[in-house]
């Protein structure tokens, strides 16, 4: 069985985006810890001649028609919208700058 890993909880909150108070990172970390234990475990399971699925149960094509159908107008689109502005829906900027 390889080596235990080693989590570097400071570099998994940066990359997160997190800021963890020490307790939080000493919780989060044991966390980490059990859930990598548990991939070492399952990585002991033999699946020789089991194919991989996407799936528990065969799906197959589950798509519909793409049939035209009614639409909602504009103004129904943005009635229930926090911010809108210019008959479109004003959203928060995802992509920070650094």
Do not use: C
């Amino acid at each position: 069985m390889p080596e235990k890993a080693s989590i570097d909880i400071n570099h998994v909150a940066r990359l997160a985006r997190l800021h963890l108070s020490d307790e939080e990172k000493r919780v989060y970390t044991a966390q980490l810890a059990r859930v990598l234990d548990y991939f070492a475990l399952l990585d002991q399971i033999d699946v020789t001649g089991v194919e991989p699925a996407a799936h528990a149960a065969p799906v197959y094509n589950v798509w519909r028609e793409d049939v035209p159908g009614a639409t909602m107008k504009p103004s129904e689109v943005v009635m229930n919208a926090p911010l809108v502005k210019d008959g479109q829906i004003v959203m928060p900027r995802v992509v920070a700058e650094e």
